[in-house]
């Protein structure tokens, strides 16, 4: 092959793996930016360790449009950060579904996806979901006071039954 042909060749696939570069790390930027502010909005904290010179605060979300999240956020002069994103197919029942997509970090230049599923589908379903975040954490939180809310009614109702039952069987009433 003659050398401005293979130049050619060369620069063509330069192209090519330049635009898969870009377009990978803007998605995986978007991921670690939008789900960190998801985690820490809505989700819960599941484990804090303070060592003596670093910080270890894990997060959690679970079933949040067929994605649980969860994320590891580090503060150390070693450490970095950790994000994975588990994504259950709407036909799917397998609890938080299986690991998606996995990051660790320090900073942007030195990030390493080490787990990032190229068939599922997984990245345009998480993509439509932030899209509307704002819209999905609104519905989120107002279906979380509905079913906080139902739950103060069962313990309410629940206390006033106990309460009656007590009363009933001091008056002399069968209680079952």
Same mark, same amino acid.
């Given at each position: 092959m003659n050398t401005s042909r @293979?130049? %050619?060749? *060369?620069e063509s696939e330069i192209k090519r793996l330049d635009a898969q570069v870009a377009f990978r790390l803007k998605n995986v930027l978007r991921y670690i930016k939008e789900v960190s502010e998801l985690l820490s909005t809505i989700g819960t904290e599941t484990d804090r360790y303070q060592g003596s010179c670093h910080t270890k605060i894990t997060q959690k979300l679970h079933?949040?449009?067929g994605f649980t999240f969860e994320g590891v956020f580090g503060m150390t002069q070693f450490g970095g950060n950790e994000i994975r994103i588990f994504y259950r197919q709407p036909t799917s029942y397998r609890g938080d579904g299986v690991v998606s997509f996995l990051v660790y970090w320090q900073d942007e230049d030195n990030l390493q996806v080490r787990t990032y599923d190229e068939v599922s589908g997984w990245d345009a379903a998480l993509n439509l979901v932030l899209d509307d975040l704002q819209k999905h954490i609104k519905a989120w939180r @107002? @279906? *979380?006071a509905s079913d906080n809310e139902a739950v103060r009614q069962e313990v309410n109702l629940e206390q006033? *039954?106990?309460g *009656?039952? %007590?009363k009933a069987k001091r008056l002399?009433? %069968?209680v079952s």
């Amino acid at each position: 092959m003659n050398t401005s042909r @293979k130049n %050619a060749n *060369l620069e063509s696939e330069i192209k090519r793996l330049d635009a898969q570069v870009a377009f990978r790390l803007k998605n995986v930027l978007r991921y670690i930016k939008e789900v960190s502010e998801l985690l820490s909005t809505i989700g819960t904290e599941t484990d804090r360790y303070q060592g003596s010179c670093h910080t270890k605060i894990t997060q959690k979300l679970h079933d949040f449009h067929g994605f649980t999240f969860e994320g590891v956020f580090g503060m150390t002069q070693f450490g970095g950060n950790e994000i994975r994103i588990f994504y259950r197919q709407p036909t799917s029942y397998r609890g938080d579904g299986v690991v998606s997509f996995l990051v660790y970090w320090q900073d942007e230049d030195n990030l390493q996806v080490r787990t990032y599923d190229e068939v599922s589908g997984w990245d345009a379903a998480l993509n439509l979901v932030l899209d509307d975040l704002q819209k999905h954490i609104k519905a989120w939180r @107002k @279906k *979380l006071a509905s079913d906080n809310e139902a739950v103060r009614q069962e313990v309410n109702l629940e206390q006033r *039954l106990s309460g *009656l039952k %007590a009363k009933a069987k001091r008056l002399g009433i %069968a209680v079952s």
